[in-house]
């Protein structure tokens, strides 16, 4: 990866004195701009390999992703991508994290399927789920309908989406070098509904729950929910900006209009038990903290009281970095518990 690296910086170097040269022979800045434009697609990450599609109900296939964090060695391929195929094309949901993934999904598409892409879904901000969008533009036409919330297109469109493009740049050592922010550009609300033909695709939304702005995928003939991030196979979310009691109502609120008889998170595998194994895991961290607000229990007694839950003990052993990452979630429970008393 490191010499990979070193060598486009080489070239880099290269083509940008070459430029400057052939500019100042034509005396022209269109010269420059054009030899700089040239530089730049040199300056592009590397490919990234194929990665399994899953064939999970009549429409819908996803492409696994590794479970974890992004690493120069996954090329940032950490959450899953989504195909819902119908009779007049494919809607994309969620898009990954880089333009060589999006480019290694159209591969993919493109070698089961002769059908095109007609639109994408993202499902919240975080840049894992949206930086893909540029590869299927540069295919499909800047034209391609790119649906989300309003609020997910105001956070990438703005100080957010760039933070999510440079953090996965340094997080990967440069491999997702190239990639453009392409933000949504058709908004949606709970209720909308798209229609491939033989399959239809019923956008929900509960209010905050993984992020202010989750926007989650009914598959409506296949009875396949796509939930984003509001639920993780097995790891418990980034709750940085998300809502223990949001994420709770939303489940509930998924399962009485739907009742799904699969749930396809972001991360990790899809199945019938997604939701009741998380929802039971939140309930054990958000009940026991809100008791312990109640009754004047401090942060550190709530944690041996969230630990010692049978909901929540029962899961550790099966939670990804759960060592790493239950002190700070039950921190962000418990100052919610805190919020939402006062
Ligand atoms: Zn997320």
């Known amino acids: 990866m490191t010499s990979v690296i070193l060598t486009r910086r080489g070239f880099f170097a290269a083509g940008a004195i070459a430029g400057v040269g052939i500019a100042g022979a034509s005396g022209s800045l269109t010269g420059l701009a054009e030899a700089a434009a040239e530089v730049a697609d040199f300056v592009k990450g590397p490919p990234v390999k194929d990665h399994p599609v899953v064939a999970l109900s009549p429409h819908v296939f996803y492409i696994e992703a590794p479970s974890g964090t992004p690493t120069p060695e996954n090329q940032g391929m950490m959450a ?6 119908g009779d007049t094309g494919v809607v994309v949901v969620d898009t990954g994290s880089s333009v060589q993934i999006a480019e290694m999904a159209i591969r993919r598409l493109k070698a089961m399927s002769g059908k095109s892409v007609v639109g994408v879904v993202n499902t919240h901000y975080h840049g894992d789920h ?18 989300a919330l309003a609020g997910t297109r105001r956070e990438i469109a703005g100080a957010t989406g760039t933070l999510w493009h440079d953090s996965m740049l340094k997080w990967t050592n440069g491999a997702t070098l190239g990639t453009r922010i392409v933000p949504p550009n058709r908004d949606v609300d709970h209720g909308f509904e798209l229609s491939l033909g033989d ?6 939304h509960y209010g905050p729950a993984h992020t202010p702005h989750d926007l989650c995928v009914e ?76 009754e004047g229990t401090p942060l550190e007694g709530a944690l041996a009281l969230v630990l010692n839950d049978p909901r929540v003990a029962t899961r550790a052993a099966g939670t990804e970095g759960w060592d790493r990452t239950i002190g700070k979630y039950v921190s962000l429970a418990y100052l919610e518990a805190e919020q939402a008393k006062f």
């Open 199 to 204: 399959v239809t695709l019923r956008m929900h």
């Open 130 to 147: 949206w930086l893909g969008n540029d590869g299927f533009v540069q295919v499909y036409g800047a034209d391609l309908p790119i649906w």
């Open 219 to 294: 598959v409506v003939e296949d009875g396949v929910m796509c939930v984003g991030d509001v639920l993780m196979h097995r790891r418990i979310a980034n709750m940085d900006d998300g809502s223990f009691k949001g994420t709770i109502e939303t489940i509930d609120r998924l399962t009485a209009a739907a009742n799904p008889k699969i749930w396809l998170p972001g991360h990790g595998r899809p199945g019938p038990e997604v939701a009741t194994w998380q929802r039971e895991l939140f309930a054990g961290i958000w009940e026991t903290c809100l008791r312990a607000v109640d």
């Open 80 to 85: 899953n991508l989504t195909f819902v195929i």
